[in-house]
């Protein structure tokens, strides 16, 4: 999950929103990283996603849900936002809970 989300936040990083609109590449790689991203919150266990509340497991997973499945229909806004808002907290917080196991 760390890996992804910071080759997201990599992909980003000098781009601006308009990029989305002209760049299929960067379009693909957000848009496969956050799958991972969701994909590998499916593999903590409920056990382990309980221990850290502050994780929005839930919506992870459904957002890494909604990317792998909604093939055409993926609101460009949301996924910018998504890496450029929501991303770097999470990591942090994907972060702090690597660092205390």
Same mark, same amino acid.
């Given at each position: 999950?760390? +890996? =992804? !989300?910071?080759?997201? @936040? !990599?992909? *980003?990083?000098?781009?601006?929103?308009? +990029?989305? !609109?002209? +760049?299929?590449?960067?379009? @693909? !790689?957000? /848009?496969?990283?956050? &799958?991972? #991203?969701?994909?590998?919150? /499916?593999? *903590?266990?409920?056990?382990?996603?309980?221990?850290? %509340?502050? *994780? %929005? $497991? %839930?919506?992870?997973?459904?957002?890494?849900?909604?990317?792998?499945? =909604?093939?055409?229909?993926?609101?460009?806004?949301?996924? $910018?936002? /998504? #890496?450029?808002? =929501?991303?770097?907290?999470? @990591? &942090?917080? @994907?972060? =702090? *809970?690597? &660092?205390? &196991?």
């Amino acid at each position: 999950m760390i +890996d =992804a !989300a910071s080759q997201a @936040l !990599a992909f *980003v990083d000098g781009r601006k929103r308009e +990029d989305l !609109a002209s +760049d299929l590449m960067l379009r @693909l !790689a957000l /848009t496969k990283a956050l &799958e991972i #991203v969701g994909e590998a919150a /499916t593999q *903590v266990s409920e056990a382990g996603r309980s221990e850290f %509340p502050c *994780v %929005p $497991w %839930p919506q992870i997973i459904g957002m890494g849900n909604r990317l792998a499945h =909604a093939y055409f229909d993926i609101n460009q806004n949301i996924l $910018w936002d /998504t #890496v450029q808002l =929501a991303l770097p907290g999470l @990591l &942090e917080q @994907l972060k =702090a *809970v690597l &660092e205390s &196991e």
